[in-house]
Structures are given as C-alpha cells and as structure tokens.
C-alpha cells in the first residue's frame, strides 16, 4: 500500500504542463493517507494484543485510537452529520412546522451533530471486534473477511464508470453510454468508491491468500492482528467514503452474534473465557459448548434462557425428576457436578449452550466437522451480503424515496 501511493495520481504527473502544489489534489492524498495511517496503526496494536493477551475490557478503546486520524481527516474535510429521514416520516414531520426542531436540515434530513461522531468513533470498535469474536475455528475470520471485502468491493464498483454498454442495456439500468449502473453517481462520490476500492482489492488478496494457509486443517493462524487489520480497513473506507450506513448491512450475520452475546457479555448469564464449539474426540465433530450452572441459576438468568429458549436461539437442559440418585447420574451433563438433593428442583437448568452464531448454527444443524462449519457461516456471510444489496438499492429506495446517496 506504500509503494502504491504514488499510482492514484500519476496521471497527474504524466501531464504534459505539470501539476503544481496548487493543483495537486491534495484531499484526496489526505484521506489516502490518513487511512493508510489507520490502518497501520491498528496492525501495530493488534500485533501488541497478541503479545500481551489483553484483557477484552482493555482492549476495547484500542480500535478508537487508531481511528483518530481518520476521524479527524473527516471533520476536517466538512464531514457530514445528516442523517437522511425515511421519506414519509419526513414529510409528517414537515407539516408540523417545528421551527424549533434542532438539527432540522430539510424535509427529511436532520444533523444529529456531536452525536454522529460518537456513531462513527464506535465503527471501527464494532468492526475489528465483531470479527475478533468468532476467532478459533480454522478459516472462520478470514472466510467472514474475505466475503465482507468483496461485498464492499462490489459496491465501489456500482458507483464507477467502468460497465460494459452492453450489459448495462441488456439489463436496462443505469447510463450505458457513461457505463454507470447508477446514474446519478458522478463526480465527488466516484473519487471517494475509488479510492475504497483502492483498499478493497489488495485486502481480498491478502484474505484470499491466508485463508489458503488457514483453512482446515490450519498452517497459519491470524490473531488480533489479522482482525485489527481488517476491521479497521473497513471503517476507514466507509468513514472516509461517507458509506458508514451500507458497511453496517454487511455486518449482519456479526450485529446477530452480537445481540445473541449480550446476556453473557452484560452478566445476564455465565461467560466463560472462551465459547467455541466443543470438540468431539470420538466423533471429530464440533458439537455446542456448554455454559454449566453448579447451582440454581439467579431469576434474571433462568427467565433470559427461558425466552431465548423459546424462539429458538439455545438449548437448555434440565433436570426431570423425580429421579433417585443411581438415575440421576446418567442425566448429568457433561462435567456437570451432582446436585444436593434438597436443591434438586423440577425443571432446575443444569446447562446452556453458549450465545454465539457458531453454537446457534450447531444446535440447529447438529454436529459438523470444523470445514463444514466454516462453509456454512461462509454461505450466511455471503447470503446476508446479498440481503444487504436488496436493501440498500431496492428497499431503500422505497422506504426514503429517489436515489440514496
């Protein structure tokens, strides 16, 4: 990316009447720039993070620092703080002629101000973290990666001139003539997907090419640093490509593993250090992993299980009585250590699976090799990628009307 930095504006010096530091497009080297900076200071504190094994509530701020020089190129370039309105919402709150309405910027935008920021600073945090998170399954990080960079790829790609006619007229959208999917798309907007895709495409390769060293059984493995790093790609180019909104819908399948964590992360339920999926000696299969409860669980935690159980996000099991001591052994979980028989309560949980999208899928797809694993949260990566392109070109233009910049 270092001996890259010069390409972007060889044209420039290609020019037959130069350029002079007046006409250098010196915005556009900043945002380069302060990306680059970033995205190599994330790297670096990864890179840290793996040496020292920081704790999680450490560890949290340290995206946050390394995006303080993108924050700052954003502010400093008139960074937008409008947030657009769904149209009819809009329009109702238009006929209430709310002068006083702060923030009011227009039918159907309103500046939130400061707090657009404090949205923006958590961007990277979720991002680097969200993919950290699933860390411990061969391929699992770099698959996530790999199929987020090309969704972010392709969607560079709608904003650039650079179509075939033909296609663009077999499918009848777009400006064929200026090979545009979207017409409107021109000028500053065009610079800023370029540049996007500037990071995107060197990152697919570097995804692609780990994955080959780690997919199962693994050679390589990436830790926080490969996760810092490619989280923090995709903050910097969505912040810097005022595209924040759209990187959040291919973050699906994570935003899911993320509320099914809460309970465990906020104290709701037991979180062990680490909840991958067991692995089965005997059968070479990846199974739940359990959250096992010594004694009777507080209230909030056997009514926040209940209601999970209840639309099918974990499995619990309980105790059955009556059941005389010789029986009750073969019902114990595993490493489950026996109850004193005056605790014994019927329908008493002894056990949970753990709150993670891995586990959710193995409750409800049985037990699979590591590989078949990794495919599948592959597929659902890739099929929430296409969920978010139906939303953001197609649903979105009807919920907030016209073209959505």
């Given at each position: 990316m270092m001996l890259f930095i010069p390409f972007p504006f060889s044209h420039l010096f290609s020019s037959s009447d130069g350029v002079g530091r007046?006409?250098?497009?010196?915005?556009?080297?900043?945002?380069?720039l302060s990306s680059l900076l970033s995205l190599l200071t994330a790297t670096l504190l990864g890179f840290i993070d793996d040496l020292f094994d920081i704790r999680w509530r450490h560890k949290l701020p340290i995206p946050l620092i390394a995006a303080i020089p993108t924050l700052l190129v954003y502010y400093s370039e008139g960074g937008w703080t409008n947030v657009v309105l769904p149209s009819s919402f809009g329009s109702f709150i238009s006929t209430l002629n709310l002068p006083f309405l702060?923030?009011?910027?227009?039918?159907?935008?309103?500046?939130?101000?400061?707090?657009?920021?404090?949205?923006?600073?958590m961007l990277p945090t979720f991002t680097t973290?969200?993919?950290?998170?699933?860390?411990?399954?061969?391929?699992?990080?770099?698959?996530?990666?790999?199929?987020?960079?090309?969704?972010?790829a392709l969607n560079?790609?709608?904003?650039?001139?650079?179509?075939?006619?033909?296609?663009?007229?077999?499918?009848?959208?777009?400006?064929?003539h200026e090979g545009r999917v979207l017409e409107w798309a021109a000028g500053e907007v065009v610079k800023r997907h370029l540049m996007s895709l500037y990071f995107m495409l060197p990152l697919i390769g570097v995804c692609a090419g780990f994955l080959w060293h780690n997919w199962y059984?693994?050679?390589?493995?990436?830790?926080?640093?490969?996760?810092?790093?490619?989280?923090?790609?995709?903050?910097?180019?969505?912040?810097q490509g005022h595209f924040s909104k759209t990187l959040i819908l291919f973050f699906i399948p994570q935003i899911f593993n993320f509320v099914l964590s809460c309970p465990q992360l906020f104290g709701l339920v037991d979180c062990p250090r680490h909840r991958l999926p067991h692995y089965n000696t005997k059968t070479?299969?990846?199974?739940?992993?359990?959250?096992?409860?010594?004694?009777?669980p507080p209230a909030k935690t056997r009514l926040t299980l209940e209601a999970l159980e209840l639309v099918g996000l974990v499995r619990l099991d309980?105790?059955?009585?009556?059941?005389?001591?010789?029986?009750?052994?073969?019902h114990d979980v595993r490493g489950a250590p026996p109850l004193a028989p005056a605790r014994r309560r019927k329908g008493q949980i002894?056990?949970?699976?753990?709150?993670?999208?891995?586990?959710?899928?193995l409750v409800h797809f049985g037990p699979m090799h590591e590989r078949t694993l990794c495919l599948v949260v592959g597929g659902v990566q890739a099929a929430s990628s296409a969920l978010a392109f139906a939303v953001r070109y197609g649903i979105g233009s009807l919920v907030y009307g016209g073209d959505r910049r």
């Amino acid at each position: 990316m270092m001996l890259f930095i010069p390409f972007p504006f060889s044209h420039l010096f290609s020019s037959s009447d130069g350029v002079g530091r007046e006409a250098f497009p010196q915005g556009e080297l900043t945002l380069y720039l302060s990306s680059l900076l970033s995205l190599l200071t994330a790297t670096l504190l990864g890179f840290i993070d793996d040496l020292f094994d920081i704790r999680w509530r450490h560890k949290l701020p340290i995206p946050l620092i390394a995006a303080i020089p993108t924050l700052l190129v954003y502010y400093s370039e008139g960074g937008w703080t409008n947030v657009v309105l769904p149209s009819s919402f809009g329009s109702f709150i238009s006929t209430l002629n709310l002068p006083f309405l702060p923030g009011w910027a227009g039918p159907k935008v309103v500046d939130v101000g400061a707090l657009y920021y404090v949205y923006l600073a958590m961007l990277p945090t979720f991002t680097t973290n969200s993919i950290n998170i699933l860390a411990g399954v061969n391929g699992v990080e770099a698959t996530q990666a790999l199929v987020i960079a090309a969704s972010v790829a392709l969607n560079d790609l709608i904003f650039l001139p650079v179509w075939p006619r033909a296609l663009l007229v077999a499918l009848g959208i777009g400006n064929p003539h200026e090979g545009r999917v979207l017409e409107w798309a021109a000028g500053e907007v065009v610079k800023r997907h370029l540049m996007s895709l500037y990071f995107m495409l060197p990152l697919i390769g570097v995804c692609a090419g780990f994955l080959w060293h780690n997919w199962y059984p693994a050679r390589a493995f990436p830790g926080d640093t490969f996760c810092y790093f490619t989280g923090m790609a995709f903050s910097a180019v969505a912040i810097q490509g005022h595209f924040s909104k759209t990187l959040i819908l291919f973050f699906i399948p994570q935003i899911f593993n993320f509320v099914l964590s809460c309970p465990q992360l906020f104290g709701l339920v037991d979180c062990p250090r680490h909840r991958l999926p067991h692995y089965n000696t005997k059968t070479g299969l990846l199974e739940p992993s359990l959250t096992l409860f010594e004694k009777v669980p507080p209230a909030k935690t056997r009514l926040t299980l209940e209601a999970l159980e209840l639309v099918g996000l974990v499995r619990l099991d309980r105790l059955d009585p009556p059941v005389e001591p010789a029986v009750r052994a073969k019902h114990d979980v595993r490493g489950a250590p026996p109850l004193a028989p005056a605790r014994r309560r019927k329908g008493q949980i002894l056990s949970s699976t753990n709150l993670t999208i891995l586990n959710f899928v193995l409750v409800h797809f049985g037990p699979m090799h590591e590989r078949t694993l990794c495919l599948v949260v592959g597929g659902v990566q890739a099929a929430s990628s296409a969920l978010a392109f139906a939303v953001r070109y197609g649903i979105g233009s009807l919920v907030y009307g016209g073209d959505r910049r």
